[in-house]
């Protein structure tokens, strides 16, 4: 199993080009999430999902798009980018926890710097 | 003010030594911890998972809460250079289905 995984892995955006990060798990993992990582602010929840067709929004949503077509992708995109949106994206997924544990498992990350 | 408040370090000891790591946190309803690390450039797994009170134990990692103090700490025993990474609490409440709270991390670097 790939486990977790995020396309593209780096990515230099010029400010108010347009882009989409893809995330796909191989689990079967019902819920699905998009986080940020910025210096010295540890990890900030963008969007979620908590089944194929199914989005919310987390903390720091403005800016960000995500569609969950097919239980196993979930595509965050940027219509508009800014520098503010320069950071690394995390992709997370986890089992329905009916035991409360709801495990995150991480992919590896996209490096994203907008001009 | 954040919910969940970590010392973001860096934290520097030498291999042997005992690290102790800890978060705060003002969400009385946060009944689920968790301690992520974070190797350099990777995403972050999964160490320690604590439901409610108490201190749970595996190898040479300790997970304790205290949630009348709203406090939470890891620690490690006999630390190795293999621990250097970034060391990220997490938390959520039993509402929240799997949304997770984070702190700010802490970068831990074990000399040799």
């Known amino acids: 199993n790939a486990g977790v995984t995020q396309t593209p892995k780096f990515r230099v955006l010029k400010t108010g080009q347009s882009m989409t990060l893809l995330c796909a798990q191989d689990?079967?993992?019902?819920?699905m999430y998009w986080y940020r990582q910025d210096p010295g602010m540890g990890l900030r929840l963008i969007h979620y999902s908590v089944g194929e067709g199914t989005t919310a929004k987390g903390e720091v949503p403005d800016g960000y798009n995500v569609s969950r077509l097919k239980k196993q992708n979930f595509l965050l995109g940027l219509e508009s980018a800014a520098p503010s949106q320069t950071s690394v994206y995390f992709c997370?997924?986890?089992?329905?926890?009916?035991?409360?544990?709801?495990?995150?498992?991480f992919g590896p990350g996209t490096r994203l710097t907008v001009t | 003010q954040k919910e969940v408040e970590q010392d973001p370090g860096p934290l520097s000891v030498p291999e042997g030594a005992i690290v102790s790591l800890n978060c705060t946190y003002s969400n009385s309803a946060f009944q689920y911890f968790m301690w992520y690390r974070q190797y350099s450039r990777k995403g972050p797994e999964l160490l320690m998972y604590t439901y409610s009170s108490g201190n749970k134990e595996d190898g040479r990692f300790t997970a304790q809460v205290d949630k009348s103090s709203k406090y939470i700490s890891l620690f490690i025993r006999d630390s190795q250079p293999s621990d250097s990474a970034t060391y990220l609490c997490a938390m959520r409440s039993g509402n929240q289905g799997g949304k997770l709270i984070f702190g700010q991390g802490t970068e831990l670097s074990v000399k040799p």
């Open positions: 689990m079967n993992h019902e819920y």
């Open positions: 997370a997924s986890s089992y329905n926890g009916f035991d409360g544990r709801y495990e995150q498992y």
